[in-house]
T-cell receptor, first 114, second 112 residues
């Protein structure tokens, strides 16, 4: 069964350092999402791509976060510099083209900023 | 703005008992509704979804949910809970290929 792949699974970084996460969506899925899930809360959308274009990045803290999906396939989310409050689970999801479709989530990257 | 409320932060049930997890939403149009389950440290797995049609939807692992437009609710039910159902459950609302808005989650504990 096809899955959304994310790496690394766990990342510990010091504050003020740069950190990056990678996501490979299910093959053929045009829509890709990055969500952030703070412990004890539901996921919140950071950025949504349709192919290589950003559709929604209204909740992305653009002073320190960036996201790209250069060829419309895999994607990278970067934080620079990391802050203590960035400690969270970062979830990638993808969905296929079509009206009645759902998002498929990866296993996530657990980030701890120390 | 769309929003989802899961009134119960934590529910404890005995194995074999029935379960109902509540979900209320606010959305400007006919929503797509979802229930996801998350085990500790893991990603989200889709349990079931509602797009249109029959308001009672069946999902995986014996779960079902009922969409009640008049009450803006989409409650999740299971007639007999198994110990392996212990996890955190999230209700979400959205549109096709659009962003999902999640509730705060309900943690389910199952006693033997």
């Amino acid at each position: 069964e096809a899955e959304v792949a994310q790496s690394p699974r766990y990342k510990i970084t010091e504050k003020s350092q740069a950190v990056a996460f990678w996501c490979d969506p299910i093959s053929g899925h045009a829509t890709l999402y990055w969500y952030r899930q703070i412990l004890g809360q539901g996921p919140e959308l950071l950025v949504q791509f349709q192919d290589e274009s950003v559709v929604d990045d209204s909740q992305l803290p653009k002073d320190r976060f960036s996201a790209e999906r250069l060829k419309g396939v895999d994607s990278t989310l970067k934080i620079q510099p990391a802050e203590l409050g960035d400690s969270a689970m970062y979830l990638c999801a993808s969905s296929p083209t079509g009206q009645n479709t759902e998002a498929f989530f990866g296993q996530g990257t657990r980030l701890t900023v120390v | 703005a769309q929003s989802v409320t899961q009134p119960d932060i934590h529910i404890t049930v005995s194995e074999g008992a029935s379960l109902e997890l509540r979900c209320n939403y606010s959305y400007g149009a006919t929503p797509y509704l979802f229930w996801y389950v998350q085990s500790p440290g893991q990603g989200l797995q889709l349990l079931l979804k509602y797009f249109s049609g029959d308001t009672l939807v069946q999902g995986i692992k014996g779960f079902e949910a009922e969409f009640k437009r008049s009450q803006s609710s989409f409650n999740l039910r299971k007639p007999s809970v198994h110990w392996s159902d212990a996890a955190e459950y999230f209700c979400a609302v959205g549109r096709a290929r659009g962003k999902l808005t999640f509730g705060q989650g309900t943690i389910l504990t199952v006693h033997p």
